[in-house]
Structure formats: C-alpha cells, structure tokens
C-alpha cells in the first residue's frame, strides 16, 4: 500500500510539474508575442499603403490586457484599437512622406456612431493633404458605407451587397422570462420619468409611446446625420436618399453603380490593381502596406519633450463603486485619477472622455464631486463617445465645457430603482423557503425573498424622488438652466448630441481632438503640450497574470461563438449585477 501511495504521489506531482511548466511556458509566449506587438519599432519604406480596418471592437482608449484583444483560435493579438490611437494614427499619416494614401477594408465594420462621425471626420482632414482614400468591400453596412463616403473612390464586390435601409432600434424586454420564472421586479421611478425605459424591459414586452417617441427622435436625429453626409459626398439628394431606403432600391451591386451609391464594381484583384496605380509601381510589383495597427508603433516627426502636460481621463463603461476597469468606471479608480491629475502641477488642464450609458447615482455623484474640485483648480473639459447619458452626464456636468458628437446619445436625466421578489422562484419553483427573526420590524429590508411592505416600497420612493430632484437640480446649476427646464427635458429622456446642443446640455459639437484643442487654448498652451493618458493601464504582464482564472479567455470565446447574441447575455448580466439605485440608459440598444 505504502508503494502505491509513493508512485501515486510522484505520478501526480509530475502531472502537477508538467501542467506549471505548459502554464509558465504559454505566459511567456502570448507575453512575447504582446511584447513584439507593442514594442517592435516600424520602418517604413515609401510609397507605403495604410492599410485601416475596423472589424475589432472600436473602443474610446487602445487595451494594454492581453487577453481583451487576443485571438486563442490562431494564438496571436487581434488588431483592436481605441479611438486615442485611431486619429492619431491618422494624423500621423497625413505628415508621414512614407504614406501615400489609405486603402479602406470595410468588410466588416465594429464602431458605434459617434465614434465612426469621428474617425470620418478625421479621414476628411487627412484628404487635404492631397493623399487619397480607397474604400473596397464585399458588403457594405450601413456604418461602413458611411464611413466609406468619405473616400475619393468606393468599391464594392460585382456580387456583393450594400445595406441601405434607413435605422432601425431593437430593444430587448424580459417581462415574459421573468413571468416564467415567477421572479416580480419591484420598479420605482422618478416622479413622472415616463422616458426612463431602463426599467420597461421588466415591466412590458413592447416599447411605451413615451419610449417610442423618444428613440424615433433620436433615430431621426442620427440618420439626418448620416444622411447629410452621404449627400454631400455622392451628390445625391436627401429626398432621394430616402426614397432609395424606403424601396430598398439598393438591393444588389449593380443597383449601388446604377443609383450612384458606388464607383464601380471590382473583385480584390481588380482593386489591389487600382491601388498599384495610384501608388504609381508596376502591376505586378509588391505593394508596401503597413495595417493601421501596426502604424502606431512607427515614428514620425520629433519627439515631444514639452514639460506642460493636459491630462486625459478615460472614463468608459458601466458605472459603479470600486475599483472597475478600462472597460468599466470604478468610482474609487477614476476619482483617483481626477486627483492626482488636478494635484500635478505640471498638468494644466484635465479632458475626460466619456462614454457610459450610466450606473449607480451614488458612484456617479462620487465622481462629479472630483470633477468640482479639479474643475475649480484647472479647465476641465469633457469629451462625450458614442454614450454619455444618465450617469454619463451627471458626472460631466460640472466641467468648464462639453463636447459631443452631433450623434452621442446623452441626457437620460432620470433616476430608477429595482427589487426583484424571488419568492416564487424559489417557493413554487425550486421548493426552497425562507424564515427570519428580527430584532426590528424593517430589519428584513431590503429582502429579495420577501416584496416590499407599503412602507418599504415608500421609502425607495422617496429616496428616488429626491436623487432624481438633486440631479435636475445639478444640471439646472450647472448649465444654467431653471430646475423646471430641465425636468421637462429630462424624465429619463436621451438625446442625440446635435439635439442636446439646442436644449443646452452640451455645449459644442466636435470630436475629442477638439475638447483637446479647447482645453489648450483655455490653458494658454498653444500647440506646446503633450497628453498623459488616465488612469494608468496595468503593466501587460500583470494583467495576464490577473486573468489566468480564465474570465476573459472564457468572455472572448463566448463572444466569438454566439456573435450578435452575445449582445443579450451582456444584457441579463447588468439585469444581475444592479445594486442601489440606478441612473443608466436601458439596458440593451441596438441599433443597425
């Protein structure tokens, strides 16, 4: 017996060797490769392509974590971006006398709509420097056309497709599952917050006319945009436009070249063709290309070794105590950054990019306060994404000055609160019941295996009914604005930025470069400045270590395999994760 134990144990502590050995052997391999993505310096040769995709996840800041952009299927970094790296790439490249013009892949565009006005906005500047743009795709979306309006020549498929079909929102609802499950979500609401949806996918299985009216007046706002633009650069009419969305009258590639949509139909070869003769080489010589990824890593111009400093704090994602991460605001880490960055005497002015649909009003109201500190001792600009609402927006009002995008979704200036009951999922459906002794008669609130006595339910109303009237009152203060102005446009309702700009909650319309710009001249910088990016991402190394529990590998895989579905799973998951009360869009948007 005594040698079976002894060969088990060696058998099992080599399996355990083994295994650390695999384990130490694959962190020093995907760190290699992350440290040769990062760190490896590009040449370029002249006459080079810009090669720019959007297929990854278009995110506000470039991801430092490993494993948030790492493809396990072929084992090597996926090319994701954050808009930072994006238009200064871009920029770059207008002044780079080793690019000769950029080739847009459209195949597959991952952006939201803010962040592709954006990034076409910047594409527009890049133009004046007399260098061309090529767009080519097998199947135009509607994001990517748009995009793609910007180039000097677009390109599709002879047998591909060009989706124009005017936008469309979908919204999930879960009152049904919930009804099933026999789980009661307890709502209160902000006095008369009809547009607040967050809560309707609980309470109906359709959309209220208070939500209809506000996401077709968003919607309106947004295609208007898009519109707008695609006329100017097709010469066609936005009458017309409509007219084709309304036929569906671009339903193959031969109707995109015959209503003008396209320039002409080509096969890769054919384009690739085109590129060699704009890059004036032989037709069979290689082309030089360099992905926009890749590009960041290449150096042009001098170094900026200016001593004054504007600091840029990312805050992006869901709202809640904590510490969160690049993709989530954590109460405790971003109002850190804020802090530190009004204590260095060496940043003058402080831009924070916003893109959040919102989340806890006691961690937003956390925030804000930093944002009155700093804001009292340096200009404080706020940059609004794709989303700046509800919580979004209450910790952007204290900012010297607002930029938003003319399609950000913003305002949502509303409060909520949810208690789900769970006692018939766990009484009539799994057999499990619940006693207590108190000491109190309340000593059970808040309990989610009990509803809410009347008395109860009153206290959570109150409570709501005051954050929602400090939060008019804030931006009412704020902005400027009387409190009874802003409850008439707020109940909850969002905004597209081109609408918020007449209503007064913002108070320009341009991109992040030009809250930069802004916060320069408000410090008195001129062009002598350069950007120190907030919070500080965690060293490579660290995060690979911290996410060996397998999350993230597990997230990415799940992402990839259920593609769009994903988007529900996201869903139900903040349905789970909700504590306090609440001030956040609804919870899954969707709109294509």
Avoid: C
Wanted: proline share 3%.
């Amino acid at each position: 017996m005594k040698q079976f134990f002894k060969f088990m144990f060696a058998s099992f502590l080599g399996t355990l060797l083994t295994l650390l050995l695999l384990l130490f052997i694959m962190i020093g391999t995907i760190s290699a490769l992350v440290s040769m993505a990062e760190n490896d310096q590009v040449k370029l040769k002249p006459n080079t392509l810009l090669v720019a995709k959007f297929d990854s996840p278009v995110l506000d800041r470039s991801s430092k974590n490993p494993f948030e952009s790492f493809d396990f299927a072929n084992f090597k970094p996926d090319n994701s971006m954050g808009m930072n790296d994006i238009l200064k790439n871009i920029e770059k490249a207008a002044s780079d006398p080793n690019i000769k013009g950029i080739y847009l892949d459209l195949s597959e565009v991952n952006a939201g709509m803010a962040n592709l006005q954006e990034i076409r906005e910047k594409l527009v500047q890049f133009k004046t420097s007399g260098k061309f743009i090529i767009s080519y795709s097998e199947a135009y979306s509607q994001g990517a056309y748009y995009l793609a309006t910007v180039s000097d020549q677009i390109y599709l498929n002879p047998e591909g497709m060009l989706m124009f079909k005017g936008l469309n929102a979908q919204l999930a609802f879960i009152k049904g599952l919930l009804e099933k499950i026999d789980v009661e979500p307890q709502i209160i609401r902000g006095p008369n917050n009809k547009f607040k949806s967050a809560v309707e996918p609980l309470m109906y299985d359709k959309m209220s006319e208070a939500n209809r009216e506000q996401m077709e007046k968003l919607l309106g706002t947004v295609w208007g945009q898009m519109l707008g633009a695609i006329s100017e650069s097709r010469n066609l009419t936005v009458d017309q436009l409509n007219q084709f969305a309304d036929e569906l009258a671009v339903n193959n590639a031969d109707k995109a070249l015959e209503l003008k949509f396209v320039d002409g139909l080509k096969y890769k070869d054919e384009v690739l063709s085109i590129l060699r003769e704009k890059l004036e080489i032989e037709k069979d010589a290689k082309i030089e290309s360099v992905s926009l990824a890749k590009y960041t890593n290449a150096k042009v111009g001098e170094a900026n070794t200016s001593r004054n400093k504007i600091a840029v704090i990312y805050a992006v994602g869901e709202i809640a105590g904590g510490e969160g991460s690049d993709v989530a605001i954590g109460s405790e880490r971003i109002s850190k950054a804020i802090r530190k960055a009004r204590e260095d005497e060496k940043i003058k002015a402080i831009v924070m990019r916003v893109n959040s649909p919102g989340g806890s009003a006691l961690a937003s109201e956390i925030i804000r306060r930093e944002v009155e500190l700093a804001k009292a001792e340096k200009p404080f600009i706020v940059s609004m994404g794709n989303v700046a609402a509800s919580g979004g927006y209450w910790i952007s009002t204290n900012a010297d000055y607002i930029f938003a995008e003319p399609t950000t979704i913003t305002g949502s200036i509303g409060v909520f609160g949810v208690i789900p009951n769970m006692k018939g999922l766990f009484k009539d459906k799994l057999g499990i019941t619940f006693d207590n002794a108190m000491t109190n008669k309340n000593a059970n609130f808040i309990d989610v295996m009990e509803p809410l006595s009347e008395f109860q339910h009153q206290k959570i109303q109150d409570e709501v009914v005051q954050i929602y009237d400090d939060f008019t009152s804030l931006v009412a203060k704020t902005r400027n604005l009387r409190q009874t102005y802003v409850d008439s446009i707020g109940q909850g309702r969002v905004w597209a930025g081109n609408d918020a700009l007449g209503l007064g909650l913002v108070d320009q319309l341009g991109g992040f470069e030009d809250a930069l710009s802004f916060a320069a001249d408000k410090a008195e910088l001129g062009e002598d400045f350069k950007v120190v990016e907030m919070p500080e991402q965690k060293d490579p190394f660290q995060e690979l270590i911290q996410e060996m529990s397998g999350q993230s590998r597990v997230r990415a895989e799940l992402k990839k395999e259920m593609g769009n579905f994903y988007s529900y799973i996201e869903y139900l998951e903040q349905v789970s994760n909700m504590q306090g009360v609440q001030a956040r869009l609804p919870f899954y948007l969707k709109i294509e």
